[in-house]
């Protein structure tokens, strides 16, 4: 089994994503712009964010959400969830994955962290 890890650019002690086995793990993205810099605003806005970070790293390995088979949701009050849910499911269609949703004190003061489990299709 081969491992391949791609680092944080942030700096911090993880990675950004990981690579094993047919499957590709993203750790939790908040709401974050280009330069690493927190987005603020309402939990639409900052769900657009994270659901453009999450594609844009799928995307650096040939997937898309399709290739998503689970994904896990914190979001930092339930009440938020009907706004939240109405644009997650605008990047998740058609094939939907697997989902966990809790309610949770997130870094940053954020309203959102989202995590993915991919399918990488090596040779597909």
Do not use: C
Not at 45 to 53: E, F, G, I, L, S
């Amino acid at each position: 089994m081969s491992i391949e890890r791609f680092e944080s650019p942030l700096g911090l002690p993880f990675s950004r994503m990981v690579r094993a086995n047919g499957f590709v793990f993203l750790s939790g993205q908040i709401p974050m712009d280009e330069q690493g810099q927190v987005v603020r605003g309402d939990i639409r806005t900052q769900t657009h964010a994270v659901m453009r970070r999450i594609g844009e790293s799928l995307a650096e390995l040939g997937l898309g959400f399709n290739d998503v088979v689970k994904s896990t949701v914190w979001i930092s009050d339930l009440k938020l969830f009907a706004d939240f849910n109405e644009v997650y499911a605008s990047y998740v269609k058609g094939a939907l994955p697997a989902r966990s949703t809790v309610e949770a004190r997130l870094a940053l003061d954020v309203d959102v962290e989202v995590e993915v489990i991919a399918v990488h299709h090596q040779g597909a």
